[in-house]
């Protein structure tokens, strides 16, 4: 079994900064890709970012290309997104995926179970 593990939502006011973690554990034999999406209320999840676990290079959807960044801790299997310049439409429930080998043969897509980042003056 895999499990993923977000912490660092919360509340901000608009500008401010808020770093997620999350921390991947289980039989992990190999880490493909890790990332974070978001889905606000009423909305479909979409996509916000991602990093190539092993050469690092890093995805972002246009609107947080700037102000997001993506960097892992491969020693640790953790990535983190730091975010700046924070906006109200950024107010989402952020979810941390990843793709990893596990269980000694296993490949498959897992999802932590959601951290809250609220945008508000």
């Known amino acids: 079994q895999v499990q993923l593990v977000e912490s660092g939502g919360g509340l901000v006011q608009p500008g401010g900064s808020l770093r997620l973690s999350c921390a991947a554990s289980?039989?992990?034999?190999?880490?493909?890709?890790m990332g974070w999406f978001r889905q606000a209320p009423g909305k479909e999840r979409e996509f916000v970012a991602d990093?190539?676990?092993?050469?690092?290079?890093?995805n972002y959807t246009d609107s947080v290309k700037g102000r997001f960044t993506i960097s892992r801790d491969k020693a640790k299997n953790m990535v983190y997104l730091e975010m700046n310049s924070l906006k109200p439409e950024d107010t989402a429930a952020y979810f941390c995926?990843?793709?990893?080998?596990?269980?000694?043969?296993?490949?498959?897509?897992?999802w932590g179970q959601g951290t809250q980042v609220t945008v508000s003056s």
């Open positions: 289980g039989n992990i034999f190999s880490i493909y890709t």
């Open positions: 990093i190539n676990w092993s050469i690092g290079g890093t």
């Open positions: 995926n990843a793709d990893l080998g596990w269980d000694s043969s296993l490949r498959s897509r897992s």
